[in-house]
């Protein structure tokens, strides 16, 4: 039995305290063998987030958001168990396992710019844990509860350490009015456990409504209270890399205008799930992918083969 430094659905409250990983990984000798700067790694270190305003181009977003309407329209996508609907409007609010169900998706996870910047945090070879998009539509998108998503993949997928990171593409303009996301810069060097017990197959409840894995309103306040919020806005191609602990939230959308963001988690191949920390069953494999992981190689978009890594 693996030891679990990250005890979390517990019976009673129990106190937040520092995490026990890295933020960066790399080690001190290959630091700066990547992409991202002195500043940025301080940053992303310090706040658990970068954010990326026009990192692609929204002509290069345009198909991949045009693919995800032909996927709305697809009744024999929309019956499966990856898809779940918004629980006001029955419209759809997550598509799960983007990189398996189309080539465009996967090929993305593959970019350099993205992939040199996640190995370089990461500290080594990744593999994608789980893909999705979440949308949101005008008048109707519901919002997303406060939490980690380490304390997610940990309790009910097994992940064991901190050592994954997820990248958001905004497929469409994201303002202060469609429902954002929302983060707790610094919140990442803390892990808050949660109360209560993992319901069986919590997830079928969870990925419209969480409530277990959800912090307690004691500890959103101090941690606010010494961080504050973010809420990264900018439009389509815009991206945001953020630590798996970070605590983050979004609300529901008032606006006429669309929401959808496209999340790529990507998981240190050093780091494969092990049997569920807080829950009796793990989770299907489009929420937690729990093959023997396969280092991503990179892909360069405008040109067929693979790009050769830098021995």
């Known amino acids: 039995m693996q030891q679990d ?91 799960f396992d983007m990189h398996r169900i189309s080539s465009r998706f996967a090929e993305l996870t593959r970019d350099p710019r993205i992939l040199g910047m996640v190995r370089q945090l990461l500290g080594g070879d990744v593999y994608i844990h789980q893909s999705r998009i979440n ?18 993949w940990h309790a009910e997928d097994g992940m064991p350490r901190m050592r994954a990171i997820s990248a958001s593409i905004m497929l469409t303009d994201n303002n202060e009015f469609n429902g954002p996301l ?44 010494r961080g504050g919020i973010a809420a990264p806005k900018g439009p389509a191609g815009s991206l945001l890399l953020f630590e798996c602990n970070v605590l983050h939230a979004s609300n529901s959308n008032m606006s006429p205008w669309p929401r959808s963001n496209l999340f790529f988690v990507y998981n240190s191949v050093e780091n494969a799930l092990v049997e569920p920390f807080a829950a009796d069953n793990p989770r299907p494999s489009f929420l937690a992918n729990r093959d023997t992981p396969e280092p991503l190689q990179m892909h360069d978009p405008y040109i067929d083969t693979p790009v050769r890594r830098s021995a």
């Open 135 to 152: 949308d949101k539509y005008g008048f109707q998108g519901a919002g997303f509860d406060w939490h980690s998503d380490f304390e997610t």
């Open 182 to 225: 929302m983060l707790i810069p610094g919140s990442h060097h803390q892990f808050v456990p949660c109360q209560g017990a993992t319901p069986d197959d919590n997830w079928k409840s969870s990925l419209k409504a969480q409530e277990a894995g959800v912090p307690s309103q004691k500890n959103l306040q101090d941690l606010v209270n």
């Open 5 to 95: 430094d990250y005890i979390t659905r517990t019976a009673q409250p129990e106190p937040r305290y520092m995490r026990r990983d890295p933020v960066v990984h790399s080690p001190s000798d290959s630091r700066w063998n990547g992409p991202l700067g002195e500043v940025a790694l301080s940053n992303f270190e310090r706040d658990g987030f970068l954010w990326f305003e026009g990192f692609f181009s929204q002509e290069r977003m345009a198909p991949f958001f045009e693919e995800l309407e032909d996927m709305s329209r697809d009744e024999d996508l929309l019956k499966k168990d990856g898809v779940v609907r918004d629980p006001k409007s029955g419209a759809v609010r997550s598509v």
